[in-house]
């Protein structure tokens, strides 16, 4: 993945210490994002999050196809994700709820991605063209 100059500032208590920023494009567009790409960074998430910082959102990237659910335990923002296929097209948009305590839902697209992107709630709106290039042309 192509790295970019982003601070990964926020008041989420240091949550966000140790993941990767980056940039991807989004719709065309490029966007600053965390990355999650280890199992360990997968399951902890946005756990604890309040403020992305200068990101947009998370990217999760799987090394393979996968049906894995999320799920919004100790997740106080709510959040939409996109489910998106290896080849960057959209499988599934999904809102999130957060989840204070158990059991939590699991929420689990229609078919298989690769990669997934959460955002905070309505981040995806005014994206016409909802796709997903995790390696920009020319980084």
């Not at 990101?55 to 196809?65: I, K, Q, S, T, Y």
């Not at 080849?87 to 997934?116: H, I, K, N, W």
């Amino acid at each position: 993945m192509a790295m970019a100059l982003l601070t990964a500032s926020c008041s989420g208590g240091g949550a966000l210490s140790g993941f990767t920023p980056t940039e991807v494009l989004v719709g065309g567009e490029p966007w600053p994002v965390l990355v999650a790409d280890e199992a360990a960074e997968r399951e902890r998430g946005l756990m604890g999050v309040t403020d992305l910082g200068e990101a947009r959102g998370m990217l999760f990237v799987f090394p393979e196809d996968t049906t894995a659910g999320f799920w919004m335990k100790d997740t106080p923002l709510a959040l939409d994700i996109a489910f998106f296929a290896a080849d960057g097209s959209l499988v599934e948009v999904m809102a999130l709820s957060p989840c204070r305590a158990a059991p939590c839902p699991t929420y689990r697209p229609a078919g298989p991605y690769r990669y997934a992107l959460e955002v905070p709630a309505g981040g995806f709106s005014g994206v016409e063209d909802l796709r997903l290039d995790p390696e920009p042309p020319g980084r």
